[in-house]
């Protein structure tokens, strides 16, 4: 009976890796996207396709894994200054498209006849947007790291945060839920605050440690095993405290972007987090109820209709209103238009209370599903309807692969070129990689073999031999993407010699606490020649020029030392301005003329009064 039982589990797990690798190329090929090949598996080997699987709640509930690793994975890049810095965004943009939204989604329910609490936790539910769809979808794009990648992100934040609130109103709006005392209402926010400082505390002073430790072990299978408890033990916390799991999944993520494991981290939790993220979806395909879609398919398709476009226009309008472009508005508007994952525990709850009743939930559940399918769909009209930038062709283009020269140049744009040719004209074996495909045909013409790469991707430069060089030159001209790089560089090969294009001396500094071994702002020589070049022409010595090059560069190394150890504002006494030096003046005029009391003060008044005379 153990062998039956055990083969029978055997065919479940082959069952959905297939369902997966078989649907996914298929739906990519087509150009509909991974999610929706998920989707499409799930529903064909649940409960209302082939009945491979019968309770697709219970592997929603251990894929729901996939999204708590992916926001960890989002939390490891995002610096807590950089958290900081979208706060405006989280608290203002968030908190604005939630409670708009809330408000329309709400009026669609009464519209419909629907009492007030069933409307409002109906499109409350609706207004959690599915982090999975969305994160998946800009990492697909390479948006996650661009500013309207980061607002997108800081909604979806405030959105988790915004579950609890939800929670505790319809603990309130339940029949008998306003027995609930304000004492039991301030205690469970007591728990929740406390979790998240908890959770901070140990990030900030127990984390590092461990894995300094675990690190110094030397044992990789131990290493694994820390970062997949820090992610679940984060999780776990925050749900048994009231909150959710992808929140504590996401600060434990915050919390260690600044240590130094946190590529190794990245690294070990990636491949756990794609196959779970891929279970998430395949689960929620099952757990589509057919029999309830066909029994109420037009309240279903109404209100799918329906709350889509009143979230979209709340969306949109919040984002105009917020100076967003016409174009970005409408991004935002489809991608975020579908409810998630966290409308399940909601209506959840609500049934639970009985606010709801198992048909109302099961519609609902229904409406939340499809509108996720159609996000997809909704995304190919709209490239469609607004077209981007055609794409170039990779057409005799070869991707970076096993390249082995002793200096990678990362970057082959004007400042690349030029750097490339001392190299090249000693006969040094020169690796060079760009992601832009035009410039690598276009330099084709000139000579170069340049291949395609992000030198932002570990994967990519490994496959480009950063590894095995002797230097890497960073050119790119964007300063974040040559501080990423400076940093992913230097914590996956320590002993490689790294140079870097700054673009200004903000970047400068950032690459050189990154570890950087040589940086040069991309004006600074050129501006210098450039000065010299005109004080020579307005007659003076070249020599004297030249001391006078190398005492600005003296003054700016002396400037720069001081803003590593301090703020950009430090070191201005290094700078020579143009305004006039003030002479100092007496407040009153002295009634008599000054008086010198020694014959060196004397000689002083003297050479003094003539040179004032001529």
Same mark, same amino acid.
Request: with cysteine; glycine share 10%.
């Given at each position: 009976?153990?062998?039956?039982a055990?083969?029978?589990?055997?065919?479940?797990?082959?069952?959905?890796?297939g369902a997966?690798?078989?649907?996914?190329?298929?739906?990519?090929?087509?150009?509909?996207?991974?999610? +929706?090949?998920?989707?499409?598996?799930?529903?064909?080997?649940?409960?209302?396709?082939?009945r @491979?699987?019968s309770?697709?709640?219970?592997?929603l509930?251990?894929?729901?894994?996939?999204v708590?690793m992916f926001?960890?994975i989002?939390g490891?890049?995002?610096?807590p200054?950089?958290? =900081?810095?979208?706060?405006r965004?989280?608290?203002g943009l968030?908190?604005l498209q939630v409670?708009?939204c809330?408000?329309l %989604?709400t009026?669609c329910g009464?519209?419909g006849?629907?009492?007030?609490?069933?409307?409002f936790?109906?499109?409350?539910?609706?207004?959690?947007t599915?982090?999975a769809?969305v994160?998946?979808?800009?990492e697909?794009?390479?948006e996650?790291?661009?500013p309207?990648?980061?607002?997108?992100?800081?909604?979806?934040?405030?959105?988790d945060?915004?579950?609890?609130?939800l929670?505790?109103l319809?603990?309130f709006?339940?029949p008998?839920?306003?027995?609930?005392?304000?004492?039991?209402?301030?205690?469970e926010i007591g728990?929740g605050i406390?979790a998240?400082v908890?959770l901070?505390?140990?990030g900030r002073?127990l984390?590092n440690?461990?894995?300094?430790v675990?690190?110094?072990?030397?044992?990789r299978?131990v290493?694994?095993?820390?970062?997949?408890l820090?992610?679940?033990?984060?999780?776990?916390?925050m749900?048994m405290?009231?909150?959710?799991?992808?929140?504590?999944?996401?600060?434990?993520?915050v919390?260690?972007?600044?240590?130094?494991?946190?590529?190794?981290l990245?690294a070990d939790i990636e491949?756990f987090?794609?196959? %779970?993220?891929?279970?998430f979806?395949?689960a929620?395909?099952m757990?589509?109820n057919?029999?309830v879609?066909?029994?109420? =398919?037009?309240?279903?398709? @109404?209100y799918?209709?329906?709350y889509m476009i009143?979230?979209?226009l709340?969306?949109?309008v919040?984002?105009r209103?917020?100076?967003?472009?016409h174009?970005?508005a409408i991004?935002r508007a489809?991608v975020?238009a579908q409810?998630?994952?966290?409308? &399940?525990?909601?209506?959840?709850?609500?049934?639970q209370?009985?606010i709801i009743?198992?048909?109302?939930?099961?519609?609902?559940?229904?409406?939340? @599903?499809?509108?996720?399918? %159609?996000?997809?769909l909704?995304?190919?009209?709209?490239?469609y309807l607004y077209?981007?930038?055609?794409?170039?062709s990779?057409d005799?283009?070869?991707?970076?692969?096993?390249?082995s020269?002793?200096?990678? @140049?990362i970057?082959f744009?004007?400042?690349g070129?030029?750097?490339?040719?001392?190299?090249? +004209?000693?006969?040094?074996?020169?690796?060079?990689i760009?992601?832009?495909?035009?410039?690598?045909?276009?330099?084709?013409?000139?000579? &170069?073999?340049?291949?395609?790469g992000?030198g932002?991707? %570990?994967?990519? +430069?490994?496959?480009a031999?950063a590894?095995?060089?002797?230097?890497?030159?960073?050119?790119?001209?964007k300063?974040e993407?040559?501080v990423?790089?400076?940093?992913?560089?230097?914590?996956?090969?320590?002993?490689?010699?790294? &140079?870097?294009r700054?673009?200004?001396r903000?970047?400068?500094?950032?690459?050189?606490k990154a570890?950087?071994?040589?940086?040069l702002?991309?004006?600074f020589e050129?501006?210098l020649?450039?000065g010299?070049?005109t004080?020579?022409?307005l007659g003076e010595?070249?020599?004297?020029?030249?001391e006078?090059i190398?005492?600005?560069?003296?003054?700016?190394?002396a400037?720069?030392?001081?803003q590593?150890?301090?703020?950009?504002?430090?070191?201005?006494?290094?700078?020579?301005g143009?305004?006039?030096?003030?002479?100092p003046a007496?407040?009153?005029?002295?009634?008599?003329?000054a008086?010198?009391?020694?014959?060196?003060?004397?000689?002083?008044l003297?050479?003094?009064?003539?040179?004032?005379?001529?």
């Open positions: 009976m153990a062998v039956e055990s083969s029978s589990e055997l065919v479940n797990v082959v069952a959905l890796l997966g690798v078989v649907a996914v190329p298929i739906f990519k090929r087509a150009g509909l996207g991974s999610i +929706l090949g998920y989707l499409a598996a799930g529903l064909v080997i649940g409960p209302f396709g082939l @491979i699987f309770d697709p709640a219970a592997i509930h251990v894929a729901e894994l996939g708590v926001l960890f989002i490891l890049e995002m610096q200054s950089r958290l =900081w810095g979208l706060r965004e989280i608290f968030g908190a409670g708009l809330a408000l %989604l009026a009464l519209l006849g629907f009492p007030v609490a069933q409307a936790v109906a499109g409350a539910g609706f207004v959690l599915s982090t769809i994160m998946q979808l800009l697909e794009q390479g996650i790291a661009t309207k990648g980061q607002r997108m992100v800081s909604i979806l934040l405030l959105e945060l915004a579950i609890v609130p929670l505790a319809v603990a709006l339940a008998g839920g306003a027995d609930t005392t304000l004492q039991q209402r301030f205690t728990i406390a998240i908890g901070v505390v140990a002073y984390l440690p461990l894995f300094r675990l690190a110094d072990a030397r044992a299978e290493m694994t095993a820390a970062a997949l820090v992610v679940l033990g984060s999780a776990l916390a749900q405290s009231g909150l959710s799991m992808a929140m504590g999944a996401f600060l434990a993520g919390l260690l972007s600044e240590s130094t494991f946190r590529h190794q990245e491949p987090r794609g196959v %779970l993220l891929g279970l979806f395949l929620v395909g757990s589509l057919l029999g879609v066909a029994e109420n =398919w037009q309240l279903v398709a @109404i799918v209709v329906a009143a979230k979209a709340g969306i949109y919040v984002a209103l917020l100076k967003a472009s174009r970005e991004e489809v975020m409810g998630g994952e966290f409308a &399940f525990v909601l209506y959840s709850a609500a049934t209370a009985g009743d198992g048909s109302a939930n099961a519609i609902l559940t229904a409406i939340i @599903i499809i509108s996720m399918a %159609l996000t997809p909704a995304i190919i009209a709209l490239r077209p981007q930038r055609d794409e170039p990779l005799g283009v070869d991707v970076a692969d096993g390249l020269g002793s200096v990678l @140049i970057g744009g004007r400042f070129q030029i750097a490339s040719q001392p190299l090249i +004209l000693r006969g040094v074996d020169v690796s060079i760009d992601n832009d495909v035009e410039m690598i045909q276009a330099a084709a013409n000139f000579g &170069f073999k340049v291949y395609y992000d932002t991707r %570990l994967d990519i +430069l490994h496959a031999g590894g095995r060089a002797r230097a890497v030159l960073i050119c790119v001209d300063p993407t040559a990423r790089i400076a940093e992913l560089v230097k914590a996956e090969f320590p002993l490689v010699t790294v &140079f870097a700054a673009f200004d903000g970047t400068s500094l950032q690459l050189v570890g950087v071994d040589y940086q702002r991309e004006t050129s501006a020649v450039f010299g070049s004080l020579e022409a010595d070249p020599e004297e020029v030249a006078v190398e005492d600005v560069r003296r003054r700016d190394a400037r720069f030392d001081l590593l150890t301090g703020d950009i504002r430090d070191g201005r006494n290094f700078l020579k143009n305004l006039a030096t003030p002479v007496p407040v009153t005029q002295p009634r008599r003329p008086q010198a009391l020694s014959e060196e003060t004397a000689a002083v003297k050479n003094a009064t003539s040179a004032t005379s001529s």
